[in-house]
């Protein structure tokens, strides 16, 4: 059974440094790429990051480009969301996502999704 969890989501204040995890079981991590995506409070959701399987390439969102690092580590089945000078409109539920090609930014082709994690930015 394929599980993503997601952690490390919490109130914090404008400015700040956060840092999320995906942790992912039941599934050869390494041949995965991983998609992160947000929903604020009457919002759709929207792409944030993506990172290829091996972690040598990734993508951004306009919006956190520059605040933001994904990164992966295979070895622990775990991918990273460094958040960085947090903003209140970075508020927002934020999921992961795993599938076996790379679909960046398209939502609706991974496979498997995580729970999400509440991320509060206070002004």
């Known amino acids: 059974q394929v599980q993503l969890v997601e952690s490390g989501g919490g109130l914090v204040q404008a400015g700040v440094t956060l840092r999320l995890s995906c942790a992912a079981s039941?599934?050869?991590?390494?041949?995965?790429?991983v998609g992160w995506f947000r929903q604020a409070p009457g919002k759709e959701r929207e792409f944030v990051a993506a990172?290829?399987?091996?972690?040598?390439?990734?993508d951004y969102a306009d919006s956190v480009k520059g605040r933001f690092t994904c990164s992966r580590d295979n070895a622990k089945n775990t991918v990273y969301l460094q958040m960085s000078s947090l903003k209140p409109e970075d508020t927002a539920v934020y999921y992961c996502?795993?599938?076996?090609?790379?679909?960046?930014?398209?939502?609706?082709?991974?496979?498997?999704w995580g729970q999400g994690t509440q991320v509060t930015v206070s002004s």
């Open positions: 996502a795993a599938d076996r090609f790379y679909p960046r930014d398209s939502e609706r082709q991974y496979d498997y």
């Open positions: 039941g599934l050869t991590f390494g041949s995965y790429s």
């Open positions: 990172i290829t399987r091996s972690g040598g390439s990734t």
